[in-house]
């Protein structure tokens, strides 16, 4: 792009077109979303203000993050955030980047621990940027439910995730109602004394699902995104299947008597994980939630231990 282009349309057009020769699949919206971004500004400014020259230093940071999405870097990690469910999510290459699929799994925690009048205990394993508990929470204090019975965990192996999973409670507002606890899925909840003040537990989890196939294939994007994140295995079930072990424990040492547990999956999965939690626990109903694409999504499983 020639730096002697200097107005917001001859910019976009510019753009546009690197980004289009670059084989991005909507190079006109990524071009206006990070210049929206650049200049601070909403979409509908730059229409309006198609003549505005840019200066200096507004056309370099441009120029840097469309080389940036020329190389399929994913807009949200240019940016450092992603919409989600009702805010605006904080982001890095540390973390998983907020899926709209994911808000299916929102819709149904609040409606499962909305109007509950018994005390819960409710824990996001790997949370990552912590999208879900903090949705969850928001949802709940926005529609006035008592939540003063129930204690919000959230777990993650990596510290770099949880370091953002905390920025977003507090930048949502809901940092006082969120413990976060760093671990391997359930065991660091599993080890704190006195954890559990009801015998209802609920465990939300968007666990790495992609198969060893899945994670060949990767679109060039996804493939910026941490593989930790991603990659579930050879069929894409190993941490659900190392989850509902740790779940066993729960049983053993008495610390819960019902578990409900929902967990983000890929449509192929849903006949497999419903037996393998079946397994685990003999007196499971479970039920499939569909996406807005209407795949099977969300595996609902109440469990009687």
Known sequence: MSHSMVTVAELLKKATEQLHAHHIDTPDLDAEVLLSWVLNRDRAWL????????TVVQKEKFFRVIQKRSRRVPIAYITG???????????NQHVLIPRPETETLVEEAVRALGDKRHPATVVDVGTGSGCIMVSVVQELLARSEDISGMRFYATDISHKAL???KKN???EGVAKYITFLHGNLLEPFLILQN????????IL???PYLSEVQMRNLQQEVAHEPREALD????GLAYYRKLFAQMQNMRRVQRASIIYT?????????TTLTSEICKNFPRTTVRMRKDLQGNDRVLLALSNL
Do not use: M, W
């Not at 229409?47 to 840019?54: E, G, M, N, Q, Y």
């Not at 955030?81 to 982001?91: A, E, L």
């Not at 579930?232 to 069929?235: M, R, T």
């Open 232 to 235: 579930g295995g050879v069929e």
């Open 47 to 54: 229409f309006v203000h198609a003549d505005a020259r840019l």
């Open 205 to 207: 989890a968007n666990l």
């Open 262 to 270: 929902l967990c983000e999956i890929e449509p192929v999965q849903a």
């Open 163 to 165: 370091r953002i999973a």
């Open 195 to 202: 954890a559990v003040p009801t015998k209802k537990l609920y």
């Open 169 to 171: 409670a507090k930048k």
């Open 81 to 91: 955030s992603k919409p989600f469910y009702r805010s605006d999510f904080i982001v």
